[in-house]
Every structure is written in C-alpha cells, then in structure tokens.
C-alpha cells in the first residue's frame, strides 16, 4: 500500500507519453502546460488529510502535507487535459488575428483565465471539505473561458467529457488493483458517501471539471483557437 499512490500517479505519464510520441505539434503545449500544471501538486496541505491522507515517498505527505507523487500526478494530468481534445477530435492549432484580441470580448480574457484561482481562495472557507471548492472553482473557470471565448464551448465540453473518461477508467483500475486502498485512504466520511462503482462522486467530479478547464486552457491563455485539419474553419 506504501508505494500505490506512487504508482497510480506515475500511471498517468503513460498516456502522457504517448499524446507526446503521437502529436509532435503539441509537444510545446504539452510541456508548457504539465509544467505549469505540476505545480499544483504543492497545494496537496489543502487536502491531506481533510479529504484522504496516501501513504507516500519518505512518508512526507504524512509528515508535511506536501508529496513526490502529487507533482508527478499534476504534471501529467495537465499535459493530457490540454491537448485531449484537438488529438480525439484531429484537430490543429491557428493563431487569432491581432485585430480579434483587442475585440470588445476580449477585455475580461485575463480575468477569465484566472476565475478558478480567484474563486478557489473564496470558496475554501466555506464550512466544506475542500474538494468542493477545488470542483466549483474548476467549473466557473470552464465557464468563464467560454462567456470570453464562446468558440472554445466544444473543446471545453468534450475535453471535460473526455478526461473524465479516462480518469474514471483509471480509477477503476485502482479498485481493481488495490482493492480496499479508497476505503483506506479517501476520507469519506467527510465526503457525500456517494460511490460510483466504488469510486467516490468527488473523484469523478474532479476529472470532469478539471478536464472543461484545462481542455481551453492554452488556446485561451496563447491567443490561439482550435481548427479542423481539414483546413474549412474561418480564421478572421
């Protein structure tokens, strides 16, 4: 049981390397965004152990909240979250015309970007496990990135859709193998109790809303927009 949590979240690289062997044309996003992403993993004090307490490398989640594990599990789920999407869909990437960034719409693009890490600091002293201020603020910034950038709706929806697929699929796959370790480990009686083929609805509810606002993410933050590769989308 010491090493699951290691394992699980080295997991992900897998996937990872393959959109990365595959996709040569988002490997510069794929780094940029796993890189950024990673550094979330230094937010795991926030919930260890209010929402689960894994054993860990050196046991350093249990001495000092923070974990090897988590800026592994971060850095991959970042890359894959950003660029799921236009690989299912076989889509590419075009720059936005000078001329569209300085459109009306755009002069909330920053603000936009950055609702979640805004929302997240309000929501968390609400009197709730703090997995749910991680979801809500996920799901406003989903939100957001479409109202300022209304062609980034289908990315946004079906990268969410698609990411928690996969994670679903990875979840199953920790029941499967280390049967007992959610019960162990997840504190669910802080949690709705609510299980979905053994996996907790929070779970579920992170890979979905982590999956809607990472799906935009870059081609928000860089000015770019997703296009078919069959070259019939309209650039202005």
């Not at 989640?61 to 974990?67: E, K, P, V």
């Not at 869909?89 to 009306?104: C, D, K, V």
Request: hydrophobic share 50%; with cysteine; glycine share 8%.
């Amino acid at each position: 049981m010491h090493y699951i949590w290691l394992i699980w979240s080295s997991a992900f690289l897998l996937p990872w390397m393959l959109l990365y062997a595959l996709k040569p044309a988002f490997r510069s996003e794929m780094l940029r965004v796993s890189l950024i992403t990673s550094l979330l993993g230094l937010s795991e004090p926030i919930f260890v152990p209010r929402y689960w307490n894994p054993p860990s490398l050196f046991d350093l989640a249990q001495r000092t909240g923070f974990d090897i594990e988590s800026l592994i599990f971060c850095f991959a789920i970042g890359g894959i979250g950003a660029v799921a999407y236009n690989t299912f869909a076989n889509r590419r990437l075009g720059m936005i015309s000078h001329a569209e960034q300085h459109s009306s719409r755009h002069r909330w693009h920053r603000l936009a970007i950055s609702a979640p890490f805004i929302a997240f600091p309000i929501l968390y002293f609400l009197p709730w496990n703090p997995i749910y201020p991680g979801i809500v603020a996920m799901a406003i910034g989903g939100i957001a990135n479409v109202l300022c950038r209304p062609d980034l709706l289908r990315n946004t929806l079906l990268g969410g859709m698609l990411f928690l697929l996969l994670y679903a699929a990875f979840m199953l796959l920790l029941t499967l193998f280390a049967p007992g370790y959610i019960e162990a480990v997840w504190n669910l009686p802080a949690l709705s109790g609510i299980l979905v083929d053994s996996i907790p609805l929070e779970e579920l509810g992170f890979g979905f809303t982590f999956g809607l606002y990472w799906a935009g993410i870059y081609e928000h933050l860089t000015w770019h927009r997703s296009l078919s590769n069959g070259g019939h989308d309209h650039v202005p």
